[in-house]
């Protein structure tokens, strides 16, 4: 079993910053692409920032230049650093991990996080 917790999320007023970490664990065999998503209250749930294996990075239009997404391969875990906050930042953030379970390519599924809320206010 594949499991993702998150940390790091709050209150912080506009133009602050927070931290967000999501560790891994559990049995298998890779992760794969790791990323950042939030959903506010009456909207789909959006991609903020994803990072492959071999770290390459993409962001969404909105967070580029404010928000750098990392990830520390050993210890299984993802961060975003999020900073000059805007209060449409506010939103649940999910943390995603495309992991592999076994060697075949069919064994490759998405996991999520239970979520963090992060909340600026202006």
């Known amino acids: 079993q594949v499991q993702l917790v998150e940390s790091g999320g709050g209150l912080v007023q506009a133009g602050g910053s927070l931290r967000l970490s999501c560790t891994t664990s559990?049995?298998?065999?890779?992760?794969?692409?790791m990323g950042w998503y939030r959903q506010a209250p009456g909207k789909q749930r959006e991609l903020v920032a994803a990072i492959t294996s071999g770290g390459s990075t993409n962001y969404a239009d909105s967070v580029k230049g404010r928000f750098t997404i990392s990830r520390d391969n050993a210890k299984r875990s993802v961060y975003l650093q999020m900073n000059s906050l805007k209060p449409e930042d506010t939103a649940v953030y999910y943390c995603n991990a495309d992991v592999s379970t076994g060697i075949a390519a069919t064994t490759r599924r998405d996991f999520w996080g239970q979520g963090t809320q992060v909340t600026v206010s202006s």
């Open positions: 559990g049995i298998f065999f890779r992760i794969n692409a």
